[in-house]
């Protein structure tokens, strides 16, 4: 069983120390327009190199370009949309993060590729293979305000279509291992047919690469057993909201690569070795397939100062060293 | 409803009482002392000086307004939670977070046991109250919103993290009580965040705060969401619920027709997001609709939330709206001095 340390998504891009604060002086420019677009995109591609390289120092095996272009996990993807307009903020999950609300008023269309260009800038500057992640299409539409006629159905369908191109350009052009996000299933059980149905259109565009299933900022035990049904490769689970979770995986095995987010990706306490190895003891013995990724319950860009960001990592990487000696 | 226990305050309020959430917008002379400050180029007395000057303008700018109950305007404070963690024990503060866009925060973290070393607001309420013989609120920001836009450190769980909290903010809200204050509004914009901890402890926390202390409590919540929490809400041992309805996709007044809104309520009637001032015929509108569904009794007038991202202009002229609004639903002349 081999054992990789992983990203889970955005990493700071702005920092304590003074020439941590090129990426927000730059924002703020460009907003005022002081600055043009070509040097923004300059500054982007500097913090984004120097947040790959952060994550490499920290020692993980898979990195991500830390989502250091992204305004938000939804309005992101919901930008370069037709059909759909931004709105105002709204609290993203229960965190103290707020995202942009996207409306959405007629036939979504996608005007042009949104993660391709930052997943290539991203590979060819990193020595580690690079995960690109997009949000996936029912957290996209959960988290959308509808006003046009034509049921939710309808509306995840089209954001399915949307991150299908997606997933197709990304494994185009290389991606090993595409993530998608889907966290908003967990509260709405409910809706697992519509959402099954959003997955299984994307997993077909995947080509060569691996898919893996991320949800995070929710109790996935009582959905575990329906989650590993889905045609992904790897399944994310976020450790921080379920204490029955370990006992979950130990009771109904697993045959498929498992992301542990055993490391809180909202909380600037350190982990404890001890409490990251028990339950990987417990949990490692029943995984049939060959490999697990250790990974942050959730990306930790927006939820944690930079510092503490690389302190998480270095102290995942360590307690992942140790716990290659249990398999 | 519980005007009684305003009588037995000794406090006689008009019906529809006006007030605000409790923050203005600080104007330039502040912001820069603040930053001079920050950067040692201004001594703490120096900073209190002109703080001291700025509350006395907002003070005289209330009654001007003709406002009924008022607040000091937290002039003092940063952002809400961090300033109540810089005068707690058991608490340190985080590097920079983002909370969206290009905005990023210092958020508070939880290192050790929370206790209370002292009065916090109290200097500040009794200088207020000194210049006023309006009642002025007390103000404190709520456990639960410590505990949920707090990093937990410490405690073995956010209940015992927001339990803690608690028992050190029922020491504040004493010593309001006891040099006078009569109205005590506690803050809980992030209640709705999980509202399964609502019956889990937000409302024991809420409990432990008010318990045995003779005040007439307001609670303020923000950031929506009551479709998760009403009418479980209404648990929580406070008199008046201080909510934002004039920027809620939501409709309250329908909530509450279904199931009936049993406290009072400050009824937010303009919109703090918004650089646009409401005229005061949609300001009455709104409050009329409220009346559909409240007793006069019941009812309170204020913002939708703290006022602190306007400008000062736009500030007060929402508040003249909404005063003249009220007066007009009351039947009262506009041009008249604010006292009864
Ligand atoms: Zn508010």
Same mark, same amino acid.
């Given at each position: 069983? *081999?054992? %990789?340390?992983?990203s889970t998504g955005s990493y700071p891009r702005i920092g304590d120390r003074p020439e941590q604060q090129r990426h927000r002086q730059a924002y703020a420019q460009h907003e005022r327009g002081e600055i043009f677009d070509e040097e923004f995109k300059r500054v982007?591609? *500097? /913090? +984004?190199r120097e947040v790959i390289e952060e994550q490499l120092r920290a020692g993980l095996d898979v990195v991500t370009d830390g989502q250091v272009r992204w305004h938000d996990p939804i309005s992101h993807f919901t930008r370069k949309l037709e059909g759909c307009e931004i709105d105002g903020l709204l609290r993203f999950f229960d965190t103290n993060f707020y995202f942009r609300q996207p409306v959405i008023k007629g036939k979504l /269309?996608?005007? *042009?590729?949104i993660s391709e260009h930052e997943f290539t800038f991203a590979k060819e500057v990193s020595s580690k293979p690079v995960k690109p992640v997009v949000t996936g299409p029912y957290t996209l539409a959960k988290l959308s305000i509808n006003r046009r006629s034509g049921d939710f159905q309808s509306l995840v369908d089209e954001f399915a279509g949307v991150i299908s191109q997606e997933v197709r350009e990304l494994a185009k052009a290389g991606a090993e291992l595409i993530q998608i996000d889907e966290s908003a299933i967990l509260k709405n059980l409910s809706d697992f047919q519509v959402f099954e149905r959003a997955i299984q259109k994307v997993v077909t565009e995947k080509g060569k690469a691996r898919v893996a299933l991320y949800t995070y900022f929710g109790d996935a035990a009582p959905l575990y057993q329906k989650l590993l049904k889905l045609p992904m490769d790897v399944l994310g689970l976020d450790f921080t909201y379920s204490p029955k979770l370990p006992d979950t995986i130990a009771r109904l095995g697993c045959d498929k690569d %498992?992301?542990? =987010? %055993?490391?809180? =990706?909202?909380? +600037?306490?350190l982990e404890r070795e001890k409490q990251v190895l028990d339950v990987l003891k417990l949990i490692l013995p029943v995984i049939k397939s060959k490999r697990v990724y250790l990974n942050p319950s959730c990306g930790l860009g927006d939820y944690l100062p930079r510092e503490i960001a690389f302190k998480k990592l270095q102290n995942m990487v360590s307690i992942a060293e140790k716990a290659g000696g249990l398999t | 409803m519980m005007r009684k226990k305003l009588e037995c305050l000794g406090l006689k309020l008009p019906l529809?009482?006006?007030?605000?959430?409790?923050?203005?917008?600080k104007p330039p002379y502040i912001l820069e002392a603040r930053r001079k400050f920050a950067a040692k180029g201004l001594s703490a007395e120096e900073l209190k000086k002109l703080e001291e000057r700025v509350t006395r303008e907002w003070i005289s700018l209330q009654e001007g307004i003709g406002l009924d109950v008022l607040v000091d305007g937290e002039m003092y404070r940063g952002d809400m939670a961090t300033y109540f963690a810089n005068n707690l024990d058991g608490f340190e503060i985080s590097g920079l977070v983002r909370s969206y866009g290009n905005r990023y925060y210092r958020k508070p973290i939880i290192t050790g046991e929370v206790k209370w070393q002292g009065p916090i607001t109290v200097d500040w309420w009794r200088f207020t109250q000194g210049l006023t013989s309006k009642p002025v609120k007390g103000m404190i920001t709520g456990p639960y919103t410590m505990m949920d836009w707090s990093f937990n450190e410490y405690y073995p769980s956010r209940r015992e993290a927001c339990l803690a909290l608690a028992k050190a903010l029922h020491e504040e809200v004493k010593a309001l009580a006891k040099a006078?204050?009569?109205i005590i509004q506690v803050d809980e914009p992030a209640i709705s965040a999980r509202p399964e901890e609502l019956p889990e402890f937000a409302i024991e926390a809420m409990k432990i705060v008010t318990e045995g202390v003779d005040a007439y409590f307001i609670t303020h919540i923000c950031y929506g969401a009551f479709e998760f929490i009403y009418p479980e809400m209404l648990k929580l041992p406070v008199d008046n619920f201080d909510l934002e309805m004039s920027n809620s996709e939501l409709d309250l007044v329908e909530l509450f027709r279904k199931h009936p809104f049993g406290k009072d309520l400050s009824f937010g009637v303009v919109d703090v997001h918004s650089h646009v001032v409401e005229d005061a015929a949609t300001v009455e509108q709104r409050i009329r609709r409220a009346l559909d569904v409240l007793k006069p009794e019941q009812l309170w007038i204020d913002p939708d939330c703290g006022l602190k991202t306007r400008t000062q202009e736009e500030a007060v002229n929402k508040l003249k709206a909404m005063v003249e609004a009220t007066r007009k639903v009351k039947g009262l002349k506009n041009n008249y001095n604010g006292r009864q």
């Open positions: 069983m *081999e054992i %990789l340390t992983a982007q591609d *500097e /913090v +984004t /269309v996608r005007r *042009e590729s %498992l992301g542990l =987010g %055993l490391i809180d =990706g909202r909380n +600037t306490k | 529809l009482p006006t007030t605000t959430v409790g923050s203005f917008p006078g204050a009569k």
